[in-house]
């Protein structure tokens, strides 16, 4: 028996290079078990066809590191179960995806790229969790000066109820009051 290379399907894949667009499409739509009943595929079969998808996209992109970086975490299920999410801010695009949010889940994004690579890293945009400050610091050659750290909203409401009705009702009486610098923080 002979295997022939077909220009409309993938090697070894039993779906057509149309129809797994299609079911991208869908798993864009909604969730994998979803899309596997729409598609009429098994939930594993649905799962490889993303994972074939995303890794055609990276293959794409080539072995470039985006410049300006944006790590959170987001919560998928209850009970505190984390992913690391990495996005180019400036493509707007995810860039990674790592299970937890642990240092090593963030590390593994960097060491994916070569350190020559990883200096060209501008800016890294991230909120105060250790793991991910250790994870820029370790693996990032001079991460505290491209660290960026977003302030929580949770430090406005953490203030006193006075202090910050004094402050609003101080602007608003002092015809020369000056804004407060965006770097000037109260939290912590």
Known sequence: MRQVTLPWAQAGSRFTYLFEAFAIDVLRATDVKKAAALLRVSWDEAWHLMERAVLRGRAAKGECIPTHIGIDEKAIAKGHRY??????????????????????????????????????????????????????????????????????????????????????????????????????????
Request: charged share 30%; hydrophobic share 35%; proline share 7%.
């Open 83 to 188: 992913m690391t999410l990495v996005c180019d801010l400036k493509e707007a695009t995810v860039e990674y995806i790592g299970e937890e949010r642990k240092e090593a889940s963030l590390a593994a994004c960097f060491e994916a790229f070569p350190e020559e690579a990883r200096e060209s890293i501008e800016a890294i945009g991230l909120d105060m969790w250790p793991a991910y400050i250790s994870a820029c610091r370790d693996k990032v050659p001079q991460a505290d000066a491209k660290m960026v750290f977003a302030i929580s909203t949770s430090c406005a409401t953490s203030l006193k109820p006075s202090t910050r009705s004094e402050s609003r009702s101080t602007r608003r009486c002092s015809k020369r009051a000056t804004p407060p610098s965006p770097r000037a923080s109260t939290c912590g």
